[in-house]
């Protein structure tokens, strides 16, 4: 059974620190790990893609992947309150579909 | 990112009535298209997965014959809810998938439709 894992949350962070954002994930041969936005009423908006291990910075921004450890995290730095937002961790297998997580809901307190 | 569209992007109807919702990539060619369900404060879930020219795969527990899926072109899916119920009210958001340059695939949303069945 393949599974995404995330904290719920909500996670609140005051304007201006750092959020970070955790997911784990069950099969260890996934190949591509997405980070979509989701704005209360809206559809996702994918935010980030990483496919090797590492850091990938794009912005504010920044995915890690730790494949060994089978995790996945989203800093986003001198956060924002328009990045107020719930967080979706998804990841492929292959060329199959999306598993998302059930995603991460971020405050940030002005 | 690749932009996709979806219209209408809420409808109201009365129960027994079906409802037809269109999907668009806009500027690009796709493949496969997906259909996602979200019940308020739950996550996304996938309906089913649409390919161009061939029947829909329809994940388990979603009646086929009630979400009527076509993929007649490379840039548009149609989702139709046939005798809606108000069980049925729901967001209905439509995916594209994408290969980058790299050869990556990436799915990027349509803005959703916001079905009521009154």
């Known amino acids: 059974q393949k599974e995404v894992e995330q904290n719920s949350g909500p996670l609140s962070v005051p304007e201006g620190a750092i959020a970070s954002l955790n997911c784990t994930y069950s099969d260890r041969v996934s190949q591509s790990f997405f980070w979509y936005r989701q704005y209360s009423g809206k559809s996702p908006e994918l935010i980030m893609s990483?496919?090797?291990?590492g850091d990938k910075e794009d912005g504010r921004f920044t995915a890690q992947l730790n494949k060994a450890s089978q995790y996945v995290s989203l800093l986003i730095r001198d956060s924002q309150p328009s990045d107020s937002a719930t967080y979706l961790c998804?990841?492929?297998?292959?060329?199959?579909?999306?598993?998302f997580g059930t995603g991460t809901r971020l405050t940030v307190i002005p | 990112g690749a932009v996709v569209s979806q219209h209408p992007s809420w409808v109201i109807c009365k129960s027994g009535t079906s409802v037809k919702i269109e999907c668009r990539s806009l500027d690009f060619q796709a493949t496969t298209m997906f259909w996602y369900r979200q019940f308020p404060k739950q996550s996304l879930m996938l309906m089913a997965t649409?390919?161009?020219?061939?029947?829909?795969?329809?994940e388990q527990g979603v009646e086929k014959d009630k979400f009527l899926i076509n993929h007649a072109s490379l840039t548009l899916s149609t989702l139709t809810v046939t005798s809606a119920h108000p069980e049925d009210s729901s967001f209905y958001i439509c995916?594209?998938?994408?290969?980058?340059?790299?050869?990556?695939?990436?799915?990027?949303f349509g803005p959703g439709t916001r079905l009521t069945v009154l």
């Open positions: 990483i496919y090797s291990n």
């Open positions: 995916s594209a998938r994408i290969r980058t340059q790299r050869g990556l695939d990436e799915q990027f």
């Open positions: 998804a990841v492929s297998w292959g060329a199959n579909n999306l598993f």
């Open positions: 649409s390919n161009e020219g061939s029947k829909a795969t329809y």
